[in-house]
């Protein structure tokens, strides 16, 4: 991750060349065309097939094969209820938005690469998390080895079954799920209950693209996070952001009820992580 301090986001939009300009605009619109194709036709070549296949050749290779095929069929019994529920958009495309490594489950957005460039265990080993907008946890689940606890909080109740199946797989207690939307879970803690607070790509959402709740989330955020917490926040891809928001209306609401200490600029893993903006927050 490119990361500096306050100026960084404005700054580096002036100085891209122009092959960088070119090489962003052609991923937005590849990502763009794949969510059309998604949406149209149920079909991403990568999540529906590859992924798939690459992870049930591990699984048969492994020598933990006889534990780790019963959860892959688990697992996949939870995706096919619910790709048969149009009420939940499937951020995964047929398969997992996260993957969770140890137990040789691919995803969309590589967990523990995630964990390392983000640095989030600095961040999270010893303390109290909430993951808002979970998902199927798995990136929870991750942080959960090194942290005093998670708390994980998804409208989903698809992921966070996903969530539920993997943490008794990996027999993970420190780890708790939530199917909730996040303002009401976030309405009935009490202040300053976490020393670090996860809204990772999930302030507007397929699922919630009215982005009018952004000043009262992030104002609740601000409210159950600790004296010396920390709120990682991170982006959605330009198109998307700003589609729905818009990267500087967002980064403005984030300034009026935080400070960022530090700001940085995703640059490793696929097109879908590369170019997302990370800002790492501290109470005012
Ligand atoms: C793009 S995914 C991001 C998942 C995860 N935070 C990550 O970065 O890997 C967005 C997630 O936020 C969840 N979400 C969106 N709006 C929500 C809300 N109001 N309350 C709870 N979860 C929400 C969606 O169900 C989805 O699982």
Not at 142 to 159: E, F, H, I, K, R
Not at 242 to 267: K, N, P, V
């Amino acid at each position: 991750m490119s990361s500096g301090t306050g100026g960084l986001f404005v700054s580096h939009a002036n100085t891209r060349s122009r092959y960088e300009v070119c090489r962003e605009w052609l991923r937005e619109r590849l990502l763009v065309a794949n969510d059309l194709l998604w949406q149209g036709a149920r079909i991403c070549l990568a999540t529906s097939f590859w992924m798939p296949l690459v992870d049930y050749l591990r699984v048969l290779k492994s020598p933990d094969k006889a534990r780790l095929t019963p959860l892959h069929r688990a697992l996949a019994s939870i995706r096919r209820r619910a790709s048969r529920d149009p009420k939940f958009y499937d951020y995964g495309h047929g398969y997992f938005y996260q993957s969770l490594e140890p137990l040789l489950v691919s995803g969309r957005r590589r967990t523990s690469e995630r964990v390392h460039e983000l640095e989030l265990s600095a961040l999270c080993d010893g303390r109290k998390v909430l993951d808002l907008g979970s998902n199927v946890c798995f990136l929870s689940l991750q942080l959960a080895q090194g942290a005093l606890s998670v708390d994980c909080v998804d409208t989903n109740p698809y992921a966070i079954e996903i969530g539920k199946t993997a943490a008794r797989f990996m027999d993970t207690r420190n780890i708790s799920f939530e199917i909730s939307d996040y303002m009401d879970f976030l309405r009935s803690c009490e202040d300053g209950t976490y020393d670090t607070v996860l809204l990772l790509s999930s302030h507007v959402s397929f699922d919630h693209t009215d982005s009018s709740h952004l000043d009262g989330l992030l104002d609740q955020c601000a409210r159950v996070l600790a004296k010396d917490g920390t709120l990682i926040f991170e982006s959605h891809p330009r198109f998307f952001e700003d589609r729905y928001s818009g990267m500087e209306r967002t980064f403005h609401a984030l300034t009026e009820h935080f400070a960022i200490t530090r700001l940085g600029q995703l640059s490793y893993g696929s097109m879908l992580d590369r170019g997302r903006f990370v800002a790492y927050c501290r109470k005012h």
